[in-house]
């Protein structure tokens, strides 16, 4: 259910960003959104209490938005909150975000090395992923796993590219253990 909800009001977003011609707009504004809701934890139980009506939370977003929100995103809030799927909101944001990102072609990349990579290092994989792909962007997220021993893993989306010692360290185990000595 949270899929489908994520997915018609996202879609519902995205299109009217393209028909009004503010992707980028739209686009910007759902990513400030998304922090405030996902840090503001205070924000989500009040308008998912049951015990306030519908119209006061309307009101609230209203009147906490007006100046901050453009009135498309305070819509789909009140429209959102009126059919009592405020829970999803993140995931309406998060799959608008995704949809926009897929629309103009910026790719999210997630880069896990054994140490912090250097600048030039950070610089030569954004290179070599827009080579590589498709993507004319890449938002690039670093993680370190001291465990891979050297190399990078890299994930976009569901492609995984393992190029750390500790997999070729594994590989090589696996050959050695199906291979049988010969002796002379």
Do not use: C, W
């Amino acid at each position: 259910m949270a899929k489908l909800v994520s997915k018609t009001y996202g879609d519902a977003l995205f299109e009217l960003a393209l028909e009004s011609n503010q992707i980028d707009e739209l686009y910007g504004e759902a990513k400030q959104l998304l922090k405030i809701v996902q840090k503001n934890e205070d924000l989500a139980k009040m308008m998912n209490h049951p015990k306030i009506v519908i119209e006061e939370k309307q009101k609230i977003v209203e009147d906490v938005f007006r100046d901050r929100a453009s009135r498309e995103m305070i819509g789909l809030m009140v429209m959102i909150i009126a059919k009592g799927h405020f829970n999803e909101f993140d995931g309406v944001l998060k799959y608008f975000i995704a949809q926009v990102k897929e629309h103009k072609k910026i790719g999210t990349a997630y880069i896990t090395s054994a140490m912090e990579l250097s600048l030039a290092q950070k610089d030569s994989v954004r290179r070599k992923l827009l080579e590589t792909t498709d993507y004319v962007q890449f938002d690039l997220i670093y993680d370190i796993d001291p465990s891979l021993i050297g190399g990078v893993v890299i994930r976009i989306g569901d492609r995984v590219v393992d190029g750390s010692v500790k997999s070729k360290l594994a590989r090589l185990t696996s050959e050695l253990s199906k291979a049988k000595l010969q002796m002379p």
